[in-house]
């Protein structure tokens, strides 16, 4: 009995990391919402990239682009791979009250700086301009 028991615990914290990984992402910090665009770019996943702006938040052309991934066309999503797949998040994030600013570097071979301005609404993390 204690066996399964340990069976089963092992096998749900497998099943919660890989969907921690693979899902919706992580909008709890400015960080982790950051960090959803470079997995997006790394993994092809881009469905998680259509949570990261919300209209209320007023986010900037470029920010939407990346919103749109998910729908775009083959171009889009190639030209967003190319210039996001080697990015990465420096750092962690200055915030103040419900903005953040993140550090992170991208461009095609990762390394032009950059800016990701977050706004926070309702516990999550949102991109609204860089």
Do not use: H
């Amino acid at each position: 009995m204690k066996r399964s028991m340990y069976v089963a615990i092992i096998a749900m914290a497998i099943l919660t990391g890989c969907k921690g990984k693979s899902g919706g992402g992580d909008q709890s910090t400015p960080e982790g919402a950051a960090g959803m665009v470079f997995s997006a770019a790394k993994s092809g996943d881009y469905g998680p990239l259509k949570d990261l702006c919300d209209a209320s938040l007023e986010p900037d052309s470029d920010s939407k682009m990346i919103c749109e991934v998910p729908t775009g066309d083959a171009e889009l999503k190639g030209k967003f791979k190319e210039y996001f797949a080697m990015g990465k998040v420096v750092g962690s994030a200055t915030i103040e009250g419900d903005k953040a600013k993140v550090s992170v570097l991208i461009g095609k071979d990762g390394t032009k700086e950059e800016t990701f301005n977050m706004a926070k609404k309702d516990g999550k993390w949102y991109l609204v301009s860089f």
